[in-house]
């Protein structure tokens, strides 16, 4: 099985500010990777896709980088709705899994 | 507009079942193959289980295997998620989500069903 592994568990950011998190497979899932977004009581949204490509309504400011074992989500300028839990999940390989997530709160 | 609406879950005791079911709408549902993701309070995304588009391949985590069964009624639009000796752990809200592709990632998912397992 593959793991993911997020870092860091929390990002204390500022608006305006820049946000990079981080996201590990246990092994390459080459470039099948996926970034979601959840806010409370919400279902997860989808913001990237095959490890750098925008899903539908995504904003610019939102990036996907990072191939193989080692991928980053950046989002420039931190908006307010912006503040969230950000999960990547792999889909190279059965079991799908997801990291344990990142939570993004102002500072 | 393209939708996932799942049934009620609910409040079941350890060992029990449960069958839930998503329905789809807005676009073709035999064309898609579809999951199931669980959060358990306050804990991150877990994903349960997966099936094709024609309903010949099915696929689970381990801890539900042998317990829970997936299905699909396409005629009827309708995911299942028949869930049998439920544990508290299996306790979460249950989320169904469309994929693209082949089982690549989820781009359409419901609003999600809170099932309870306690005594």
């Known amino acids: 099985e593959i793991v993911m592994t997020q870092s860091p568990d929390t990002l204390s950011v500022s608006p305006g500010e820049r946000a990079t998190l981080s996201c590990r497979a246990s092994q390459s899932v080459t470039s099948n990777l996926a970034w979601y977004q959840q806010k409370p009581g919400q279902a997860p949204r989808l913001l990237i896709y095959d490890a750098s490509t925008r899903a539908t309504g995504c904003p610019a400011r939102f990036s996907g980088s990072g191939s193989g074992a080692e991928f980053t989500l950046t989002i420039n300028s931190l908006q307010s709705e912006d503040f969230a839990v950000y999960y990547c999940?792999?889909?190279?390989?059965?079991?799908?899994?997801f990291g344990q997530g990142t939570k993004v709160e102002i500072k | 507009e393209v939708q996932l609406l799942e049934s009620a879950g609910g409040l079941v005791q350890p060992g029990g079942s449960l069958r839930l079911s998503c329905v789809a709408s807005g676009f073709t549902f035999s064309h898609y193959d579809m999951s199931w993701v669980r959060q358990a309070p306050g804990k991150g995304l877990e994903w349960v289980s997966a099936i094709s588009d024609d309903a010949t391949r099915t696929y689970y985590t381990g801890s539900v295997k042998g317990r829970f069964t997936i299905s699909r009624d396409s005629s009827n639009n309708t995911l299942f998620l028949q869930m049998n000796s439920l544990r508290a752990d299996d306790s979460a809200i249950y989320f169904c989500?469309?994929?693209?592709?082949?089982?690549?990632?989820?781009?359409?998912w419901g609003t999600g069903t809170t099932v309870t397992v306690s005594s």
């Open positions: 999940q792999q889909y190279d390989k059965w079991p799908l899994r």
């Open positions: 989500a469309r994929h693209t592709d082949y089982f690549h990632y989820m781009d359409v």
